[in-house]
């Protein structure tokens, strides 16, 4: 398996299935057009932000999404990992593991001293991150009326 950033058609690759990935992301709660995947990336892309992705071969089997963000209360700059996906007929191979290794590795030799993720409760990924050594932060609840 390599990981690396993608070429010019591997990233419209996974720009086609970034929909999925962020509908399994948010557990089924979240059907987003392309249109609104790209409303939500074109930004972040803008911003510095990019991917890597794995593959083996021709394979496209996944990728994560790296970049900055800022601290709203101290204004500090800090990594961020965006998206993570590897898509279904891929999963349980360990490839979620070395896509964040590598993004951890990118962003500490970008310079930052903390990344920074989010995360759908109930979402499997959290043991994987717990694993890492992420830890919560924040919670965001939410109540229907």
């Given at each position: 398996?390599?990981?690396?950033?993608?070429?010019?058609?591997?990233?419209?690759?996974?720009?086609?299935?970034?929909?999925?990935?962020?509908?399994?992301?948010?557990?089924?709660?979240?059907?987003?057009?392309?249109?609104?995947?790209?409303?939500?990336?074109d930004p972040l892309?803008?911003?510095?932000?990019?991917?890597?992705?794995?593959?083996?071969?021709?394979?496209?089997?996944?990728?994560?999404?790296?970049?900055?963000?800022?601290d709203p209360f101290?204004?500090?700059?800090?990594?961020?990992?965006?998206?993570?996906?590897?898509?279904?007929?891929?999963?349980?191979?360990?490839?979620?593991?070395?896509?964040?290794?590598?993004?951890?590795?990118?962003?500490?030799?970008?310079?930052?001293?903390?990344?920074?993720?989010?995360?759908?409760?109930?979402?499997?990924?959290?043991?994987?991150?717990?694993?890492?050594?992420?830890?919560?932060?924040?919670?965001?609840?939410?109540?229907p009326i």
């Amino acid at each position: 398996m390599e990981i690396r950033k993608p070429n010019d058609s591997e990233y419209k690759k996974v720009l086609s299935l970034s929909p999925q990935a962020l509908f399994d992301g948010t557990l089924g709660e979240v059907k987003p057009s392309d249109d609104k995947v790209k409303q939500l990336i074109d930004p972040l892309l803008k911003k510095g932000s990019y991917y890597l992705i794995a593959t083996e071969g021709d394979d496209l089997m996944g990728w994560i999404l790296i970049g900055t963000s800022k601290d709203p209360f101290t204004e500090e700059t800090y990594g961020f990992i965006y998206e993570l996906f590897v898509r279904e007929e891929f999963r349980g191979n360990g490839i979620s593991k070395r896509l964040m290794e590598t993004g951890i590795n990118h962003l500490k030799q970008d310079g930052y001293s903390e990344i920074r993720l989010s995360v759908y409760a109930g979402n499997q990924a959290i043991k994987l991150y717990e694993k890492l050594g992420f830890k919560n932060r924040t919670i965001t609840m939410s109540m229907p009326i």
